[in-house]
């Protein structure tokens, strides 16, 4: 198996500096080589920017999360990319997790979440391209720049159209047990 080299793109629509220190210091740990970049939205301050631009490269989208994921897959330098809201962290060992699972640049992967109820049995399963969390999903950037920009609907409906030029450019849509962002 080969273990690819993944780039993290961190989606900072708070603006949170502490968040994102964290959300850096969790990818650095375990993933040095990769290439990082932070993305906000266009009502950043520019005291902030200029706090954030100190830590990581960062570009300005606009105000919805689609337009920083976005704006994130145009600006990034790797070929897979994993999506991170702010203030997340990372585990180690995603990439091998990953990589097993990457057969084709169509092939977009994504955490498979579970609910619990309070007794600990499954309420609901995030099974879903539209309905998973954005932490963790990952996707070529030449495979994201053909199917073209999520709309700036809202995330889910946006995130449903999506995946359906996906599916007519033959993505292969594989949802991942096991990891770990939180």
């Known amino acids: ?14 603006h949170n500096i502490g968040g994102l220190k964290n959300t850096l ?3 650095k740990n375990y993933y040095s080589d990769s290439n990082i ?3 906000v939205n266009k009502d950043i301050c520019k005291e902030q920017m200029k706090e954030i631009k100190e830590i990581c490269e960062v570009y300005k989208g606009e105000k919805t999360i689609t337009s920083l994921i976005n704006k994130g897959f145009e600006k990034t ?8 809201i702010e203030g ?14 990457i057969n084709s640049n169509e092939d977009i992967l994504f ?7 309070i007794h600990g049995y499954p309420l609901k399963i995030h099974d879903k391209f539209y309905n998973c969390t954005l932490n963790g999903i990952c996707i070529n950037k030449s495979f ?3 199917v073209g920009k999520l709309t700036d609907n809202p995330l889910e409906i946006s995130r449903k159209f999506w995946s359906l030029d996906a ?8 949802a991942i047990l096991g990891i770990k962002i939180c």
């Open 1 to 14: 198996m080969n273990i690819l080299n993944f780039g993290f793109i961190i989606l900072s629509p708070e």
């Open 25 to 27: 210091r969790s990818i």
């Open 37 to 39: 970049i932070s993305v």
């Open 77 to 84: 330098k790797s070929d897979w990319n994993i999506l991170i």
């Open 88 to 101: 997340a962290r990372v585990s180690k060992n995603l990439n091998k997790k990953y990589s097993f699972f």
């Open 111 to 117: 955490p498979l979440i579970l609910d619990y109820d």
């Open 144 to 146: 994201f720049k053909s």
């Open 167 to 174: 599916l007519s450019k033959e993505a292969k849509f594989k």
